[in-house]
């Protein structure tokens, strides 16, 4: 499903983010990145969100070369991509539901389809009761869950979590984890980028440890060696 070619990434400024980076990732497949702060995670995930160019080698999604990608294509490509950030990243003064039915609402979703599938996904990630709260009614935890609900709701193939659980306590922390790995296992692939050891041995999938822009590791059962 997506396959990163002997990537190399170096900023203007003559930073090299990432060296040689060559690894695929299956469909269904539950990966997490991990790597110390500056290590390219979030270049890695730039690039796979077409922000940006490789400096040489090519990402490709389902076989299409994301460089090559115009324009005008590309809110197709990330329409199939679902993204959660640390940050939340919710519209304040929109309610739950009301984040959740912005998301349909871009993608040109009916009424009847919001209607029934808004609901539908809060329920999913257990927030039901608080569709109808504002952001800044709801904890951190919950907030997540919303920025999750949202990332779903238009059925992606892929979802990636930058950093999800990093500004969470370790309680959310967990329940962030089980949801992310409920939507894996109802078949969407899922690239989680994290520092939390816990986390990685939590989910024991597989783990790809990033240093100084290249790959140093690969495991495909959960060992963080950082
Ligand atoms: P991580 O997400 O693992 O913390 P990043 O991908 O953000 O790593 O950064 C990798 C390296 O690239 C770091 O040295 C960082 O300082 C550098 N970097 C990131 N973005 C830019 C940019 N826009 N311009 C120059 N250097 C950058």
């Known amino acids: 499903m997506i396959y990163f070619d002997n990537v190399s990434k ?3 400024d ?4 990432l060296e040689g980076v060559t690894f695929s990732v299956k469909q269904g497949e539950f990966l997490s990145i991990v790597g110390h702060s500056g290590a390219g ?6 690039l796979l969100l077409g922000e940006g160019d490789c400096t040489s080698g090519s990402v490709s999604f389902d076989s299409v070369d994301i460089q ?6 590309m809110p197709n490509l990330r329409r199939r991509i679902g993204v959660i950030f640390q940050d939340f990243r919710l519209l304040p003064n929109k309610t739950a539901y009301e984040n959740v039915a912005f998301a349909m609402e871009i993608a040109g979703k009916t009424d009847e389809e919001i209607a029934s599938d808004v ?3 809060l329920e999913l990630v257990d927030l039901s009761k608080k569709m109808w709260n504002f952001p800044r009614q709801l904890s951190g935890g919950e907030l997540q869950r919303v920025a999750i609900a949202r990332a779903i709701v238009n059925h992606p193939d892929l979802i990636i979590a930058d950093e999800p659980t990093g500004n969470l306590d370790p ?3 967990y329940e962030i984890v089980q949801i992310l790995k409920k939507i894996n296992d109802l078949g969407t692939t899922v690239i989680l980028t994290t520092h ?3 986390v990685v041995e939590a989910l024991g999938k597989r783990v790809i440890t990033m240093d100084h822009g290249r790959v140093v590791r690969d ?3 959960g060992k963080y060696a950082l």
Do not use: E, F, S
């Not at 003559?14 to 983010?17: D, E, K, L």
């Not at 090559?68 to 294509?73: A, N, Q, T």
């Open 68 to 73: 090559k990608v115009k324009m005008k294509d």
């Open 219 to 221: 495991d495909p059962n």
């Open 196 to 198: 939390n050891k816990g």
């Open 41 to 46: 995670k979030t270049t890695l995930m730039k």
């Open 119 to 121: 609901p539908h996904v």
């Open 14 to 17: 003559g930073t090299v983010a």
């Open 171 to 173: 309680i959310n922390t």
């Open 10 to 12: 170096i900023y203007p």
